[in-house]
């Protein structure tokens, strides 16, 4: 079965530190990963895919097929990336996005 | 910047009435999906539609759901008979490229409750 995992809904960790968001999908196939945000108040948006291999607002996320594995991180938290995260995947031939539960990112002054 | 607008941001409604909410993807958009989140739930996949049909559909979409795309910009939801379970967020998207290229881009949301 295609799944998504976020062990973790809540995640709060102080500004300066290091974040990693943890994210374990299930899928048969080669799947597409991706990251989506979403701010207070604001609309889900994508923050980074892992075939663009880029880096957006010091995040990174790297896929890891041994371990099914597509985690967020940032090496020094800033507290404007307080927000839900997101992790999604989608199968080649297909139009929908599978979603984590989210979780809840606080970063601490 | 573009974005996707839906109406209404929060709808009421009776068990057994039908409700319409309503989107307007980005104009130049080929790829429009509808997404709901139930409250402290996973956003779960409702439909997508291209080439004025439906893609595809998982298994929430029943017969009670249908999705038209009336008049070339708008993009409309249709629940035929609403239940206490259809209360939730209902998130439209839209994409140029097929989302496994394409970033989607979604409204804000409309929030509808089913009393």
């Known amino acids: 079965a295609q799944r998504v995992t976020q062990p973790e809904k809540l995640l709060s960790v102080f500004k300066g530190a290091p974040v990693e968001l943890k994210c374990n999908y299930s899928?048969?196939?080669?799947?597409?990963l991706f990251w989506y945000v979403q701010y207070s108040r604001q609309r889900l948006q994508l923050l980074l895919r892992h075939i663009s291999r880029e880096s957006i607002k010091g995040f990174t996320a790297d896929l890891n097929k041994g371990e099914t594995s597509f985690h967020l991180k940032k090496p020094f938290a800033q507290e404007e990336d307080s927000a839900m995260y997101y992790c999604a995947l989608t199968g080649g031939s297909n139009y929908q996005l599978i979603w984590g539960a989210g979780t809840k990112l606080i970063i601490k002054p | 910047e573009p974005e996707v607008t839906q109406t209404p941001s929060h709808q009421v409604t009776q068990m057994g009435q039908e409700v319409i909410l309503r989107c307007v993807p980005i104009s130049n958009h080929l790829y429009f999906y509808w997404y709901r989140q139930i409250l402290g739930q996973k956003v779960e996949f409702l439909v997508s539609?291209?080439?004025?049909?439906?893609?595809?559909k998982s298994e929430i979409f029943d017969d009670q759901f249908s999705v038209e795309r009336p008049d070339g910009s708008n993009f409309t939801l249709k629940i035929r008979s609403t239940k206490l379970e259809d209360s939730a967020m209902y998130f439209c998207a839209s994409s140029g490229q097929r989302p496994n290229t394409g970033e989607l881009f979604f409204g804000e949301g409309s929030r509808l409750t089913v009393l």
């Open positions: 899928y048969s196939g080669s799947p597409e």
């Open positions: 539609f291209y080439n004025n049909e439906i893609s595809e």
